[in-house]
């Protein structure tokens, strides 16, 4: 028996515009990636504008004030610690692999082709270094995307409801506000965190007088967004350091790392992220793997923002729904 199947004209021209979004949004990812940093920015400085607009400062004058004190910290610091970064990176590089056989003889072979990747990581942060100040513009567009994201805020409602109505306006608002809190709360969290364990492992390696104290900071700052393995890997290269010179200097070493963390654990984390509901580390690994996957050191960084992001979404569209249509029905004894 055949079987007759039908496509009418109307499934296929939805198929290729399917097609032709996908393939433009391939084509503007570059784009979306701006976008979506503007995006995080502005769910971390948007509490900041309405607090200030509380005491009655305009709100362009508002964004203009945080960006004027935070852009301006980040970039002095940038601009104070950049030097000392690279001379600092550059002799750990060149170092570090003849500290680890002296501590490890018998690796030697393994340590051998690890040396041939790391050794161009010194010429590599002066090129980073460079790029960074070459793609400049690229900085801008993103807090000028910010800016307009914050200025346009409260018309998003009116905006949405001009183009779709008023009834897709209410429900996108919700949803958008839901990702603003979630996002935002991860933001500034990430942030704190790791500019906490970033300033308590320096000064504790400051104490101990280890070489190489502000790139291993960093290291550690930078690792923070992994959770358990993070805090495990940043602290090799500063035992390793420690082992080269005594048992008992790396041992105190471990006992810094297994201080900091256990601080954060215990005290840092539940003042920091106590309104902020966290991933598990399984998840994140995985998602930070797939995102560095399929795009690269960007897809990287924000994987776990789209996570969360997708996880808003699907508590609102499947989880929500579901209990909506399942829940029982009251009956009106007027109406009987």
Known sequence: MNTKIEISIKTILIAIALVLAAWLLFQ?????????????????????????????????LAILIIYALVFGLFGWLLAVSIPSIVVQTNRLTQELPGVAMRVLPYWQTGFDAITQQIAPIGA???????????????????????????????????????????????????ILKSIEIRIGEWVRGQLILMLTIGVFVYIGLLILRIDFALPLALVAALLEIIPNVGPVISAVPAVLIGLATSPLLALSIIALYVVVYALEGNIVVPIIMRHSVGLSPLVTIVALLVGGKLAGVMGAVLAVPVLLVCQVLIMKFFIESSNQTTAPRIKNPLKE
């Open 28 to 60: 503007i990812r570059d784009i979306l990636y701006l976008l979506f940093i503007a995006f995080l920015l502005m769910t971390a400085i948007q509490p900041l504008v309405v607090r200030l607009e509380r005491i009655k400062i305009p709100r362009i």
């Open 124 to 174: 590599n942060v002066i090129k980073v270094t460079v790029d960074i100040f070459t793609n400049i513009i690229t900085t801008l567009m993103v807090l000028v995307f910010t800016f307009y994201f914050l200025l346009e805020r409260r018309h998003t409602r009116q905006i949405i409801t001009n183009m779709f109505g008023e009834m897709v306006a209410k429900r996108a608002v919700e």
